[in-house]
């Protein structure tokens, strides 16, 4: 549900009320969006500096699960923070592992530009069926970095949460954009207004689903703050910022308790808004890979970083569709449907994305280098 937070204001009638709620006079708050702003400047240490540009990545729910160990020289091992995970909807840890990915592969490029080559090494410790206290990962800085055009677009790539204009996506540009993944994951595209229609409606019924389920439902509510207050006392998560959705949060019309209940207003517009994105996508994108093991899971989010970046450089909007790959109960027939769309010869979609154009969108809060540094 995370999905149809951040525009909901679009359909209350910001300026009524607005109006309706004087706000002049607040004191200043903390910008949430400060570590996207010269990501690194002053930091000595390159391994600091790759951190403070990986922390960027996109991830679930925007849960920003890692955490940094630099006690080793030279070395940088990350762990999962466990107080970041989706047990709900994520119960098996797999998209928060694929987010990992992807912050690997964002450190592994600021590393590149520097001249450095951050050498990767997945749970050096071992798998395991759910993540543990064990790191996900263990990267090595040595001299030889090759620098790669991608990493330019890193501070423009975003999770575009809003409905796509009704612009086609040339299929050169699908093209260039499934041609960026490299790290073990396939990309799969479709324009095609048959198949994407088909795409769309398993896209919907993903959100209805996990709009039903209780369980689910509530945790990506939870993980919703709603208004520059609450956003600004939790830099993580799905954000709902800004004067209009101030002022609907004072006079009660938008709460995290109306999002997570069946009949309320809330709850049925932000259902409406997810509709609206899914009927707007002008193709998707997907990565499969052959087996589902961690390593697997985190070539992809590595390959979605890529992937990412590269429709970023093509002007085209991303927005990943998370509910119909979950893997809870209530999903299940669900989860084997977008597997026989998807992938008809077998192998695990990890990432199935909405793609389009669309207005530019403010990239998502982020907590910043020293809250994700666990030993210094």
Not at 78 to 90: E, I, K, V, W
Not at 116 to 135: M, S, T, V, Y
Not at 237 to 251: K, M, R, S
Not at 343 to 363: D, L, N, S
Request: proline share 8%; charged share 20%.
């Amino acid at each position: 549900m995370s999905s149809s937070r951040r525009d909901v204001i679009r359909l209350v009638g910001g300026g009524a009320v607005a109006a309706a709620v004087p706000l002049a006079g607040c004191a200043p708050l903390p910008d949430v969006r400060a570590a996207w702003v010269d990501p690194g400047a002053g930091e000595a240490d390159p391994r600091r500096r790759a951190l403070a540009w990986a922390l960027l990545a996109p991830n679930p729910h925007n849960m920003q699960p890692w955490m940094a160990d630099l006690r080793e020289p030279g070395v940088v091992t990350l762990y999962a923070d466990p107080a970041r995970l989706l047990p709900q909807t994520d119960p098996f840890n797999r998209q928060i592992v694929v987010g990992c990915g992807a912050f690997l592969e964002l450190l592994r490029l600021a590393a590149a530009q520097g001249g450095l080559d951050a050498r990767i090494a997945p749970f050096p410790e071992g798998e395991a069926d759910r993540l543990d206290g064990r790191p996900f990962a263990r990267v090595t800085f040595a001299p030889g970095g090759v620098a790669d055009p991608l990493f330019g677009h890193a501070l423009a790539r975003r999770t575009t949460r809003a409905p796509f204009d009704d612009r086609p996506v040339a299929e050169a540009a699908a093209r260039r954009i499934a041609g960026a993944a490299r790290s073990g994951a396939t990309a799969g595209f479709t324009l095609e207004p048959g198949r994407t229609a088909r795409l769309k409606a398993l896209a919907y019924r993903g959100a209805e689903i996990e709009a039903h389920t209780p369980a689910a439902h509530r945790e990506s509510c939870e993980r919703t703050f709603i208004g520059s207050r609450d956003v600004a006392a939790h830099p993580w998560g799905v954000p709902l910022d800004g004067a209009a959705i101030d002022a609907a949060h004072a006079v009660g019309l938008l709460t995290r308790e109306k999002l997570e209940t069946p009949g309320t207003w809330a709850y049925g517009q932000s259902l409406a808004f997810l509709k609206g994105l899914a009927d707007t996508a002008r193709g998707f994108v997907w990565l499969t890979t052959a087996q589902n093991r961690r390593a697997d899971q985190i070539g992809a989010g590595r390959d979605y970083f890529r992937v990412n970046a590269q429709a970023a450089a093509e002007g085209v909007a991303m927005h990943p569709w998370s509910q119909c790959l979950e893997e809870y109960p209530a999903m299940a027939n669900l989860l084997d449907e977008t597997h026989r769309e998807l992938a008809p010869q077998g192998g695990r979609v990890q990432m199935f994305v909405r793609i389009g154009y669309a207005k530019p969108v403010r990239p998502a809060p982020r907590r910043g280098l020293a809250a994700q540094i666990r030993s210094a």
